[in-house]
């Protein structure tokens, strides 16, 4: 029943580019999806890193279903809220914008074994409305096997570098091939 309900896996170029650059890094396509509830997505890595444990990831999704990038947004808060609940999530907030067409969400998560933090992550995501459409442009930064209070400082000291390097990126106009 489950295989039912998940969507087609394969590494599909469905936006027309196989790499993409942030910061002084580049990011090769690794895993993209195209579910039948109107989602587009793509993930990116970098070439010394694996999708099974990876240290930086950049994914792009394009949702087609109508809604506005408030919308969506106000949807992953929602999500948030409940991982939160279950500790997942740490914290998450909506930041301020100094783009109309876009809405930014950061959240901080994790994953426990044994007690201690598996897999810390920080989040930034961009939703930008495109017409009709959204793009999702989210960023993801991977420690493990690492001590909260380490994960907390290098986050708090990166932060504002990590958050100028990703508002620098282009988010390109995606349209389905």
Partial sequence: MMLAILPSFAQKDFF???TLSLGDESYQLKWS???RNGRVMEEFIRPKDNLAKFEKKVVLELSTKGKTNVDEAKNQMADLAVMKEQSIVFSFDQLESKY?????LEY??????GGKPFVLEWNFCRYKSVGDRVVL???RHRYYDTKEQTFTNTVAKHRKKWIEEILSFQIPELNEK
């Avoid at 901080?108 to 074994?113: D, I, K, L, P, S």
């Fill in 137 to 139: 442009f989210r960023f």
């Fill in 108 to 113: 901080t998560q994790g994953n426990v074994q």
């Fill in 33 to 35: 999806a195209k579910t």
């Fill in 16 to 18: 027309g580019f196989q």
């Fill in 100 to 104: 109309p067409d876009e809405v930014w």
